[in-house]
């Protein structure tokens, strides 16, 4: 049963379940304020469930690809959508700040450029 470690809670989640599926299902949520709410509920299309992953993950999926390439999203920001990850593995997990949480630290946004 992999474990998610996000907002100082550690989450028990089971393997297969998406990472969205299993935060929300833990009370807490991938979105900021108004995404909440205004979501496309998991399709991978809005874009407000992108968050900072640390641990072993699948590929990005097309949606995600897709969705990532295109502002306020960038493929250099290294980011993720929840709602396509399939947890299997114990994961880190990181909101950043933002609609779509797309506003990284400088430090974070440098970083990721060097990778
Ligand atoms: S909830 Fe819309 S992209 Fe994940």
Same mark, same amino acid.
């Given at each position: 049963?992999? #474990?998610?470690?996000?907002?100082?809670? @550690?989450?028990?989640?089971? #393997?297969? +379940?998406?990472?969205? %599926?299993?935060?929300?299902?833990?009370?807490?949520?991938?979105?900021?304020?108004?995404?909440?709410?205004?979501?496309? =509920? /998991?399709?991978?299309?809005? /874009?407000?469930?992108?968050?900072?992953? @640390? /641990?072993?993950?699948?590929?990005? @999926?097309?949606?995600? =690809?897709?969705?990532?390439?295109?502002?306020?999203?960038? %493929? *250099? #920001? /290294?980011?993720?959508?929840?709602? +396509?990850?399939?947890?299997?593995?114990?994961?880190?997990?990181? =909101? +950043?700040?933002?609609?779509?949480? +797309? =506003?990284?630290?400088? *430090?974070?946004?440098? *970083?990721?450029? #060097?990778?």
């Amino acid at each position: 049963m992999p #474990s998610i470690s996000f907002d100082g809670k @550690t989450i028990e989640c089971d #393997s297969g +379940q998406t990472l969205r %599926n299993a935060l929300i299902a833990a009370g807490t949520s991938p979105h900021n304020g108004q995404s909440t709410w205004l979501n496309c =509920k /998991g399709l991978g299309s809005c /874009g407000t469930c992108a968050v900072k992953i @640390t /641990g072993v993950t699948h590929d990005k @999926t097309i949606m995600e =690809k897709w969705r990532l390439s295109f502002p306020p999203h960038k %493929n *250099s #920001s /290294g980011l993720r959508l929840a709602c +396509q990850v399939i947890v299997t593995n114990d994961l880190v997990v990181e =909101k +950043q700040n933002g609609f779509w949480g +797309q =506003k990284m630290a400088a *430090s974070q946004s440098e *970083s990721n450029k #060097s990778t």
